[in-house]
């Protein structure tokens, strides 16, 4: 499927799975980027370290693990400049974070899916970025088992630019920022990948 046949049928899965978004899915994406601004700018002030740079850590250490452990390592590293021993996620990405704690971290931070989550937790009152991982991944494709192809898809840059704009889309009818919208989806789909967990797919239901 090339960009021009996935952006309906993306477009359309939003669409049908927004319809599915209950008033708590609804209310928990309204202030989910809001809450983890808060939580950066809590950091930033209590160690003197700018924001930008806060936002930084954590989008740099988030590929592949939780939120609670992301938010923790974050704080070892903003307060201690060392990781935590309950990190989950790549070396190559603690290195990064380190890297954001001395230099702008768009100097540092590579990949669509942690640019969007660095720019919407920097700024969640006017980011039109939507984060695209592996939970929204199964939005636009309207399944619980993505297969290695759609994961490949969803990743890749040409793949994430759609994926964006089905959401970006959908957003614009509901009158909602895009990321509030993702992060209300999110919220639905991991509940129920978590109530149904296939243990092929264990790893991918942290993101």
Not at 16 to 33: A, C, D, I, S
Not at 73 to 79: A, F, G, K, L, T
Not at 161 to 167: F, S, T
Request: glycine content about 4%.
């Amino acid at each position: 499927m090339n960009e021009n046949e996935a952006l309906p049928v993306f477009t359309k899965n939003v669409a049908k799975w927004t319809e599915k978004l209950q008033t708590h899915h609804w209310e928990q994406g309204r202030t989910w980027y809001k809450h983890a601004h808060q939580l950066c700018k809590t950091l930033s002030e209590e160690t003197k370290l700018p924001l930008p740079n806060v936002v930084g850590v954590l989008a740099a250490l988030s590929p592949q693990v939780s939120w609670d452990v992301n938010i923790q390592s974050c704080e070892s590293i903003v307060r201690h400049h060392v990781i935590d021993d309950g990190y989950t996620g790549y070396t190559t990405n603690v290195a990064k974070a380190l890297q954001c704690l001395i230099s702008d971290p768009l100097s540092v931070l590579g990949g669509a899916k942690v640019l969007a989550f660095y720019y919407n937790i920097l700024d969640p009152l006017t980011s039109m970025e939507v984060t695209i991982d592996t939970h929204i991944g199964r939005v636009l494709f309207d399944t619980m088992t993505l297969d290695k192809k759609q994961i490949s898809a969803i990743f890749s840059k040409k793949g994430n630019v759609v994926a964006q704009q089905a959401l970006q889309k959908v957003a614009k009818k509901k009158r909602v920022l895009p990321h509030v919208l993702q992060a209300s989806l999110w919220v639905c789909v991991r509940a129920l990948a978590q109530a149904k967990a296939d243990k092929d797919q264990l790893p991918l239901y942290v993101k």
